[in-house]
């Protein structure tokens, strides 16, 4: 287990919640956030996040969605020990569930209580840095949740289709430059696909997508207005300040 000298406890949200986290490896950051705020939910709907880590985007998505079931799905032994404790630390351990487990392992995911086609949403951030392609970090942690093989965002999304109602939503946050590779794997299982680009300031170009799609769904397509992360003077923007730290959900989450 990670010692206790190796973690520090967060805030985010504005302070609205805490997290326990690795001081090493992969840190909370803006992305969880953003899936947080670009995922709709309805109270008493179930909802999974694959690939959760300490838990940081589900238990956002549940803090502001009273009375939403979560599951969050994580490989790792150690996350999952530290997801559980963020629930705990939250007062959120009631309604979100923890299950160890490897996000495209149907038959563990099951015996956790999650049977295909029993979900409402689905919220995924997975690891979008080809590990064969790409230099990767060196740290066990920050390579498992950043680098995964080329055909894993498939695997993920094809778990995600077999967990998901029909009409379930998926949600997830991408490379933007990944998009092509995004609308075809979601194109077998999914449509009336939601496309939301995030660029750090103006001028500059997106360096992530947020998309949404329905399992089932149509043709439809919809460009959302991109979200500008700064100002020219550095400054966060107000649309990204209500997102990252005051919980306010993004024009794609459609409930």
Known sequence: MIAESEISEDAILGGALRVRQPLRGHRVGHDAILLAAATGARTGEQAVELGAGVGAAGLALAARINGLRMTLVEIDEELCALAIDNARLNQMDDRVKVVEADA??????ATAGLAA???????????FHDSQRQNVSPDPLRRLA?????DLLARWVDTAAKL?????????????????????????SFGDVAVLPVHPRGGAPAIRVLVRAVKAGGSLRINYPALVLNDEQGKPTAEAEAALRSGKTLEIAES
Do not use: C
């Open 117 to 127: 086609g029993g979900v409402d949403r689905v919220l995924m951030n997975p690891p």
């Open 146 to 150: 950043h680098a995964g093989n080329p």
């Open 164 to 188: 998901l109602k029909p009409r379930g939503v998926l949600t997830l946050i991408w490379r933007a430059d990944g998009l092509d590779v995004v609308l075809d794997v979601l194109r077998p």
């Open 104 to 109: 495209e392992d149907m038959a563990k995911l």
